[in-house]
């Protein structure tokens, strides 16, 4: 699993597109208040260095965050891409941007002490498929998103 390949990803409505060359297979989340509040929980995502080659760049909003570091979203969609590192133009770049997450492996957490106590990665969860989630929630007379 620690092998590094090339990798493509977007964001939801395809206007943004971009290539790793090296992107690794470990992920990380951050509990910080301001990933959290930004994600709408953990942000999940994986060091991708500085080569970063985005298609399609003037989609992109760029949201200074702090006096150290930017994120990325679709100007269009709002989809989140990046977390970046201003003086070392390192990108984390959002798991779930990625099309193949196939192979990935969570194996670290920061801000561990700004975790809230209503989540955790190990507990047990109902589960559901994508066809029982939209059966539960979908409006009188069906129609998916």
């Known amino acids: 699993m620690g092998e590094k390949t090339e990798q493509a990803g977007g964001c939801l409505c395809g206007k943004v597109r971009f290539r790793v ?3 690794a297979a470990k992920a990380g989340a951050c ?4 990933c959290r509040r930004w994600a709408g929980g953990p942000l999940i995502a994986i060091d991708c260095g500085d080569a970063v080659d985005f298609e399609d760049e003037e989609h992109i909003v760029r949201y200074r965050s702090s006096d150290w570091a930017e994120r990325g979203f679709c100007g269009t969609c709002g ?18 941007a990625f099309d193949d997450q196939s192979d990935l492996e969570l194996v670290s957490q920061v801000f561990i002490d700004e975790k809230p106590d209503y989540y955790a990665f190990a507990n047990e969860t109902e589960t559901m498929t994508g066809a029982e989630l939209f059966a539960k929630f979908a409006p009188p007379g069906g129609g998916e998103e």
Do not use: I
């Open 21 to 23: 060359a090296n992107r």
């Open 31 to 34: 509990h910080c208040q301001s």
């Open 79 to 96: 989809s989140n891409l990046f977390y970046r590192l201003v003086q070392s133009g390192q990108y984390m770049m959002c798991a779930g």
